[in-house]
């Protein structure tokens, strides 16, 4: 059976305090893993996709990389506007389309 | 409108109510999702929609029935639900075949069963 592990559960950093997010995944095939970055009361919103071990990913402060049993989500100087929850979830080839999360990191950063 | 619509925002309903949820996607896919989502668990999948049949119902109580009249707009029906029904229920919609398989969700509907 799939499954996604997410550590921390919850995080808190000073601004400027760079940390990583770790997401460890068992999958019987790997079709992509994603990261989704989620706001109280919305949505989750896209983040990232990585399809194979050793693939990186960035965007502003985010960096997301993959290997054959974890992904990190590493956050650089982060920002107080950086808070939220950030969601992991792979898609396993033979699953339709259905992706499946892990709970989430909850990411506070204080001034 | 842009992006994937939920409506309500915002419902609560007796446990002998009928409501439906709905949710419109203006990006031109065809799969379309929905997903519950309870405070310390992580989003379970309910239902897929694949070309407007659908491909997967993940166990889900009788009393969700969810409809799809066409690629842009998914229904979900409820009746009789029960207090641990309360959640948020979020639809999301992808291109399914194209090698992008990300999801764009909807702002969800904060249901609660009173």
């Known amino acids: 059976e799939d499954q996604v592990t997410q550590s921390p559960e919850a995080l808190r950093l000073q601004e400027g305090e760079s940390s990583s997010l770790n997401c460890s995944y068992t999958?019987?095939?790997?079709?992509?893993l994603f990261w989704y970055r989620q706001d109280p009361g919305k949505g989750p919103e896209f983040l990232f996709t990585l399809y194979s071990a050793g693939e990186e990913k960035e965007k502003e402060r985010l960096k997301a990389t993959l290997t054959k049993k974890e992904s990190f989500l590493h956050i650089t100087a982060p920002k107080p506007e950086d808070s939220a929850t950030y969601l992991c979830?792979?898609?396993?080839?033979?699953?339709?389309?259905?992706?499946?999360f892990g709970k989430g990191t909850s990411l506070l950063v204080t001034p | 409108e842009t992006g994937v619509t939920q409506t309500p925002r915002h419902l609560v309903m007796g446990m002998t109510n009928k409501k439906s949820l709905k949710c419109e996607q203006h990006?031109?896919?065809?799969?379309m999702y929905w997903y519950k989502q309870s405070a310390k668990k992580p989003l379970e999948l309910m239902f897929v929609?694949?070309?407007?049949?659908?491909?997967e119902n993940n166990s889900v109580p009788s009393r969700f029935s969810p409809e799809c009249p066409n690629s842009s707009h998914l229904f979900l029906h409820l009746h009789t639900l029960q207090p641990e029904d309360s959640a948020l229920y979020l639809c999301?919609?992808?291109?399914?075949?194209?090698?992008?398989?990300?999801?764009?969700f909807g702002s969800g509907t904060r249901l609660t069963v009173v």
């Open positions: 990006l031109g896919h065809n799969a």
């Open positions: 979830a792979v898609q396993a080839t033979g699953s339709g389309y259905a992706l499946n």
């Open positions: 999958v019987s095939g790997l079709r992509g």
């Open positions: 999301a919609s992808s291109q399914a075949g194209t090698g992008n398989y990300g999801y764009t």
């Open positions: 929609y694949n070309f407007k049949e659908q491909t």
